[in-house]
């Protein structure tokens, strides 16, 4: 071998060996670790409508562009934990009239030539089944999908919405935390009486 060979050769030996060892520290790590390394916060239980929906999805090409029940592509808009946001009337009618329910301009969704379009032709009964599968796709409180923020404060909240937000948010919208907060205590109130 020629000494450029070598030092190449020897690079890539180099590079393999890091790889294998850090594969094998985070799997150890992973296996030990009584919390899983990321928490998971979507979560399932369907009804058999919800099941038979299920299944109509899966024959519907649908995950092409989707992510549901941890299969299909990560290039698209996951649906894990929609259900916690819409529910199943709105998924129906974004399904049946996409451009009408969206509340934005749609990309895929809508009508011809859109890629989805052909969604909106699959037969009613079968967009209500799907409109109760998507419905029972829960995202627990700080998961991405979810409504509500993480439990708790967040400095990391904090700096991003003094860092974000356009000022005089607080004046035009209001702060989701302080209405939890507000609910929170509305509640233990209520369970006192
Ligand atoms: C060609 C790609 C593509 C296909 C196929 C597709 N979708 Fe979508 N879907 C999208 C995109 C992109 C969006 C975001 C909205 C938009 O821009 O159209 C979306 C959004 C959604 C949403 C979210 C709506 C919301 O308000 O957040 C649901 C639910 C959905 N799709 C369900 C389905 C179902 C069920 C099927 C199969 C019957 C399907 N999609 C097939 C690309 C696709």
Same mark, same amino acid.
Request: aromatic share 12%.
């Given at each position: 071998?020629?000494? *450029?060979?070598?030092?190449?050769? =020897? ?18 790590? %992973? %296996? ?34 989707? %992510?549901?029940?941890?299969? =299909? ?26 451009? +009408?329910?969206? *509340? ?5 969704? *809508? ?30 409180? =700080? ?24 000022? =005089?948010? %607080? ?11 507000? +609910? ?10």
């Amino acid at each position: 071998m020629k000494k *450029g060979e070598k030092i190449l050769f =020897g690079i890539v030996i180099f590079l393999i060996v890091i790889t294998v060892i850090n594969f094998t520290v985070l799997e150890s790590v %992973r %296996r030990n670790s009584e919390k899983p390394l990321f928490p998971i916060l979507t979560h399932f239980n369907f009804t058999p409508e919800g099941l038979h929906g299920y299944e109509i999805y899966q024959h519907s090409n649908c995950y092409s562009c989707h %992510r549901a029940v941890g299969s =299909g592509t990560s290039m698209g808009v996951s649906l894990d934990g929609l259900g916690s946001k819409h529910d199943e009337n709105y998924f129906y009618h974004f399904l049946k009239e996409p451009e +009408k329910t969206y *509340g934005a301009k749609t990309m895929d969704h *809508g009508l011809p030539p859109k890629d989805a379009a052909y969604v909106s032709d699959i037969p009613d009964a079968d967009l209500h089944s799907m409109a109760i599968f998507l419905s029972e796709l829960k995202a627990d409180q =700080g998961s991405s999908s979810a409504f509500e923020p993480p439990k708790g404060e967040s400095s990391f909240i904090d700096a991003m919405v003094d860092m974000w937000a356009p000022d =005089g948010w %607080r004046t035009q919208f209001k702060d989701i935390r302080e209405w939890l907060k507000s +609910k929170t205590e509305e509640e233990k109130q209520n369970a006192t009486h």
